[in-house]
């Protein structure tokens, strides 16, 4: 055979052997493509604590219980401390609050997202 016949599977090789030196890091890095930016969210406080106690101070720019208000104007405007506070996480990251006040005549249940009441269930 002469030199250039075997210097064709010998170049063959040693290419395919450097493609498989690391399949673990080319599979990696396809598997976990850039993900996209997203803007930050900002949502301006004061927020509820799971207590049911703002954790900051309320403004005192409502002047009714409707939508678009805080989660502690609300409170400022009940009176008083609500009766349960639950605070979770929305599914695309923003701020959940259900806000549950007992009153004498039934339940109010206030749904905030984002620290702006959305609805109320009666």
Known sequence: ????????????TLGLAACAGAPER???????????????RTVAGPFLTATGE??????????????GIGECELVRLKGKPPTDVLVGESGRGGREVQVLYSEPGGRELYLFVDNRLDRLVR
Request: proline letters at 20%; hydrophobic letters at 55%.
């Open 1 to 12: 055979m002469t030199p250039a016949r075997l210097l064709v599977p010998l170049l063959a």
């Open 26 to 40: 080319s599979a990696v890095a396809l598997a976990t493509p850039a993900a996209p930016a997203t803007p930050a």
């Open 54 to 67: 703002c954790d900051g101070p309320v403004p005192a720019g409502a002047k009714a219980i409707e939508p």
